[in-house]
């Protein structure tokens, strides 16, 4: 009987494995993508948004990368559960609700205006890391239907490398909480600055109004590239009176990834172009305020102090350079704390030497040929992108105002920081 008992069983067990569902196939998320609206900043007309998300949805539709969340289900869930996102999204909320949706990656990207020129910038955000993986720019002085195909371009170069593989098999995803209390509509920008000084609350950097102007950009007797001198002009802008310091990057991003010595009054470096979007994304979240990097046309006229015929920033006599700029006969080949120089006439320090600058243009060695004279904020796209001023390692000849460099935007540079601008209008 016990015999019996026993085979009957193990026919039980058998018969309940052999009938037992399938399991599920695990979901991989790397796969899935949500996009988020547009986030339009400035004098930038709200309504475009919606078009140009779409012309970025389909742009990742029609490159078969990944499987595209549609909007209609996205409202639906993200509805459910009360997280109320209209118009732009910050990347913190939007990797929040992307653990809502269910997806690996999301897209956020941001349109503002520079003088007439559009500045559109895309991202692809991982969900499980929140770190921002790629980041694609395009320039567009033109109508709404050649800024959608601008939109086009950004939205497939974004696409080039398609889902990041990831090095070991990919982590659980976080938790998701059962429900988010409504978030509160985004804050309107903060209003331009009215006087000729200001200091964010955010970080403490100081900023300074540069009146516009034209002036005759280049020099014949340099580089290639510095040649054809030509006339540009400029409209107003703030910019900051430093290079931005580690501090001021450890406050925003919480680490500091600088190369030098981790002295917080010395400028931040080591950090690609990409890396310094990123950077401005963040700080423009918690600011309100729409900071970017400057042209490059912005960059030579303030450094040249408001056009003026300087060689470097402050002066045009070589035996006083040392007062000026940190550079490898003085800096024993390190960066210092900002503002030890002396300034130029608008009262920058260190557009010579510390550390040079990125700004935002792509790289042309021939663009000074086609540049137009309003404003310009270099080619629609490139390999490259364009960095200022020199550095602690330059000879004095780099460190002119007129003198252009390059580099890849994702490569990083512990001789390459930044500074910051901010449109008066």
């Known amino acids: ?18 009938f037992a569902a399938p399991k599920k196939p695990v979901k991989d998320l790397s796969t899935y993508i949500a996009i988020f609206d547009f986030d339009v900043v400035g004098r930038v007309d709200k309504d475009i948004a919606r078009p140009l998300t779409d012309s970025v949805r389909h742009e990742i539709v029609r490159s078969g990368k990944f499987k595209v969340m549609d909007r209609g289900n996205m409202d639906r869930i993200l509805k459910e559960q009360a997280f109320q996102m209209t118009g732009g999204v910050l990347k913190d909320r939007a990797v929040e609700a992307g653990q809502f949706l269910g997806v690996g990656k999301i ?29 694609e720019e395009d320039t567009c002085k033109c109508e709404l239907d050649e800024l959608i195909e601008s939109v086009k371009r950004a939205s497939s170069k974004l696409m080039l490398g398609g889902p990041v593989p990831a090095a070991e098999p990919m982590p659980a995803p976080r938790p998701t909480p059962e429900r988010v209390e409504s978030l509160p509509q985004p804050a309107l920008p903060a209003p331009v600055p009215s006087g000729v000084t200001f200091k964010d609350p955010v970080t403490g950097m100081e900023f300074v109004l540069v009146k516009g102007g034209c002036f005759r950009m280049g020099d014949e007797d340099g580089d290639r590239e510095e040649k054809p001198i030509h006339e540009v002009c400029v409209d107003d802008f703030y910019i900051g009176r430093y290079e931005v310091t580690q501090a001021q990057w450890k406050t925003v991003k919480g680490r500091n990834s600088s190369s030098n010595d981790k002295n917080d009054l010395n400028p931040a470096e080591n950090m690609s172009w990409n890396d310094v979007q990123d950077y401005i994304k963040d700080l423009n979240q918690k600011s309100g305020r729409y900071y970017r990097l400057l042209t490059e046309a912005e960059w030579e006229y303030a450094a040249r102090s408001g056009g003026q015929n300087e060689k470097w920033a402050g002066t045009n006599n070589e035996s006083a350079i040392d007062g000026y700029g940190w550079y490898n006969d003085n800096s024993s080949r390190n960066t210092h704390p900002v503002g030890q120089k002396r300034p130029n006439a608008l009262g920058l320090y260190d557009m010579s030497g510390n550390v040079a600058e990125w700004v935002m243009d792509w790289y ?22 364009v960095y200022r001023g020199g550095s602690y390692k330059d000879r004095v000849k780099d460190l002119r105002t007129t003198k252009r460099e390059k580099k890849s935007n994702r490569r990083s540079d512990s001789m390459i920081g930044f500074r910051l601008a901010l449109s008066a209008r």
């Open 1 to 18: 009987m016990r015999t019996i008992l026993s085979v009957l069983s193990l026919l039980l067990i058998i018969t309940s494995t052999a």
């Open 107 to 135: 897209v956020i990207g941001s349109i503002g205006i520079v003088g007439r020129t559009y500045m559109i910038s895309l991202s692809v955000v991982n969900i499980e890391s929140g770190e921002t993986e790629r980041v």
């Open 364 to 385: 042309d060695n021939s663009y000074y040929r086609e540049s137009p004279r309003s404003n310009p904020s270099g080619p629609n796209r490139g390999g490259d992108r």
